[in-house]
């Protein structure tokens, strides 16, 4: 998660950046305890503010990308399995479907809300702008982290690391589709 936290994907429009560490928070959430899981969030949040950024990030903004990262990754860890327990069912994948959808929902109005208020915009106008671009990454990496915690399971971690070459492949897609949208608009 650290590792990719340094790949950064530049949204049009907007100063700052997502990274496909989403992804393995996704797999912590199926795989690893909540303070595993919020450790790794908040490792990767920070790196991801400092390395190969554009300009030194105030410490607010550090404060801030950490915590909304540790609110959204506690929400879509706990939720989904309470909805599950609540529904008698045991299943990794809605687990991680719902895990995505809690996170990217989170995340996302946390940041356009903050942003709005900074811009003095309308919440949605921003949420508009900045995250409906990120929804599809974020199906993509919910599947390929379905895939990963699938395989894991089935068949041991050694094998879904040959998973992760498709995560690559789900970034390199995005992060080129969202450099010719900035470059033609």
């Excluded at 936290?5 to 997502?18: D, F, N, Q, V, Y």
């Excluded at 919020?38 to 554009?54: D, G, H, K, V």
């Excluded at 915690?149 to 992060?175: C, D, E, R, T």
Aim: proline share 5%.
């Amino acid at each position: 998660s650290v590792l990719v936290s340094a790949w950064k994907i530049r949204l049009p429009g907007i100063t700052g950046a997502m990274s496909p560490s989403f992804l393995f928070i996704l797999i912590g959430i199926a795989d690893l305890s909540l303070p595993e899981t919020l450790a790794m969030a908040c490792a990767a949040t920070f790196i991801q503010c400092y390395w190969n950024s554009r300009s030194r990030p105030m410490p607010v903004q550090v404060a801030f990308n950490v915590a909304a990262l540790v609110v959204s990754a506690a929400a879509a860890y706990q939720l989904p399995r309470v909805l599950l327990g609540l529904a008698q069912a045991n299943s990794a994948v809605a687990l991680l479907a719902m895990a995505a959808i809690i996170f990217y929902l989170t995340n996302s109005l946390l940041v356009s809300t903050v942003l709005a208020f900074i811009g003095d915009q309308p919440i949605g106008a921003v949420w508009l702008k900045c995250h409906l671009w990120s929804f599809p990454y974020y199906v993509a990496g919910a599947a390929v982290a379905a895939l990963i915690h699938v395989s894991n399971q089935a068949a041991g971690w050694p094998v879904s690391l040959l998973i992760l070459p498709l995560m690559y492949l789900v970034y390199a897609y995005y992060h080129a589709h969202t450099e010719n949208v900035a470059g033609t608009s």
